[in-house]
């Protein structure tokens, strides 16, 4: 199986950084598109940035300029730079992965346990 660790989650002042980091781990045969969503209170889980395995990224309009996503593929690690940060950024941030386990060399969709980001203002 694929697991993900996320990390890096914590209190900040408004206008403070705080990066993720996100490990895959486990018997992996491949790992695909590698992304970051988050889940406020009261609110549904969405996407906040995303990286394919080439490289390729795409950002959530709120955090263009402010985020970056950026990936190690030798160490199935994905991060997420947050700059700038506002009040409403306050979230439940998951790691998600498409991964293929060597176990079954078919594609599924992993999930991370999460990580609280608070921004005060």
């Known amino acids: 199986q694929v697991q993900l660790m996320e990390s890096g989650g914590g209190l900040v002042q408004a206008g403070g950084s705080l990066r993720l980091s996100c490990a895959a781990s486990g018997s992996i045969f491949s790992i695909n598109t590698m992304g970051w969503y988050r889940q406020a209170p009261g609110k549904p889980r969405g996407l906040v940035a995303a990286?394919?395995?080439?490289?390729?990224?795409n950002y959530v309009d709120s955090v263009k300029g402010r985020f970056t996503i950026s990936r190690d593929n030798a160490k199935n690690t994905v991060y997420l730079q947050m700059n700038n940060l506002k009040p409403e950024d306050t979230a439940v941030y998951y790691c998600n992965a498409g991964a293929i386990p060597r176990q079954t060399l078919r594609y599924r969709e992993v999930w991370g346990q999460g990580t609280l980001v608070t921004i005060s203002s």
């Open positions: 990286i394919t395995e080439g490289g390729t990224t």
